[in-house]
């Protein structure tokens, strides 16, 4: 019914930028937390970067100041500009929505993409 489609990541060398997008289709009625998480291998998913439907905004410690995260509500996207990146930001990066469906219930359930890899090395 919902799907969530990354895209963007990459390799890149310390201190470059990429941009990762998430566009999420379906039967959508609406869209209010949407955020990207990572996974580096034998670690636990961290939040990288949360955003409501208002704009409001939550980074981790971690990527604050370095990654933005924002979102286009009109296309159900979100994105994060990640500048100035790190060998420690190597990971998967995933994107995830908190999506009311159009149903007859209006159902909201918690979405994720399927994952795409940044990897930060020289």
């Known amino acids: 019914q919902v799907q969530l489609v990354e895209s963007g990541g990459g390799l890149v060398q310390p201190g470059g930028s990429l941009r990762l997008s998430c566009a999420a289709s379906?039967?959508?009625?609406?869209?209010?937390?949407m955020g990207w998480y990572r996974q580096a291998p034998g670690k636990q998913r961290e939040l990288v970067a949360a955003?409501?439907?208002?704009?409001?905004?939550n980074y981790a410690d971690s990527v604050r100041g370095r990654f933005t995260i924002s979102r286009d509500n009109a296309k159900n996207t979100v994105y994060l500009q990640m500048n100035s990146l790190k060998p420690e930001d190597t990971a998967v990066y995933y994107c995830?929505?908190?999506?009311?469906?159009?149903?007859?219930?209006?159902?909201?359930?918690?979405?994720w993409g399927q994952g795409t890899q940044v990897t930060v090395s020289s």
């Open positions: 955003i409501t439907s208002g704009g409001s905004t």
């Open positions: 995830n929505a908190e999506i009311r469906l159009r149903d007859p219930y209006y159902t909201e359930n918690d979405y």
């Open positions: 379906g039967s959508i009625f609406s869209i209010s937390a």
